[in-house]
């Protein structure tokens, strides 16, 4: 009788041992996918900013005085294509002045400007001439592709964007007429 309780305390015990063994295994599984997910987005997002082919798709707006409010990101972008940009603004539920209830400015980027800090994140600044005038834009990139983006003009307003920076290629922003 005492050979079959310690024999079912080495089996309890063993196959406690285990689960405990398989539950660090697949801790460890998961945290070495994170990194292979993280370090992918990295190269990605390395590419997008050298080749000046990104779109930050906002998650929040919010203007000069830090009002923030959730907005539909495929609506809300600051985007650069090359030589051309873009941003806009919109709630999807008035027609607007770009057809999405909003305001969509475009132009030519006169310069395009990075640099990277030791922790890899980016710090870019280009301006865009529009038929509105010149556009400033300041943003921040994080390695994991977390953004934020401020838009200014001559005038005191502006407009900030946070969110995600994806490359074009993966953006699903749906732009609107042109406003500007």
């Known amino acids: ?29 998961k945290k070495e996918q994170k990194a292979k997910e ?8 390395k590419e997008s900013i050298e080749n000046q082919q990104f ?21 809300n972008f600051v985007g650069i294509d090359k ?22 400015v475009e132009g030519n980027v006169q310069s395009y400007n990075y640099k990277v800090t030791k922790k890899g994140v980016y ?21 994991n592709g977390m953004a934020d983006a401020t838009v200014s003009s001559n005038g005191p307003n502006k407009l900030n964007y946070q969110g ?3 490359p074009l290629s993966a953006s699903k922003v749906y732009k609107g007429s042109r406003t500007f």
């Open 38 to 45: 993280e370090a992918a987005m990295a190269v990605l997002i």
């Open 83 to 104: 030589e051309f940009s873009a941003f806009q603004f919109a709630n999807g539920q008035d027609v607007g002045y770009n057809g999405v209830g909003g305001i969509t």
């Open 164 to 166: 995600r920076c994806v």
């Open 55 to 75: 779109v930050l798709e906002a998650d929040f707006l919010s203007n000069k005085y830090g009002e923030r409010i959730v907005v539909q990101p495929n609506l």
């Open 123 to 143: 710090i870019l600044e280009f301006n865009l001439s529009s038929t509105a005038g010149s556009v400033f834009v300041n943003m921040t990139v994080s390695p």
């Open 1 to 29: 009788m005492v050979f079959i309780i310690v024999m079912a305390l080495a089996v309890v015990s063993g196959s406690a041992q285990s689960k405990a063994e398989l539950r660090k295994a697949q801790k460890e599984a």
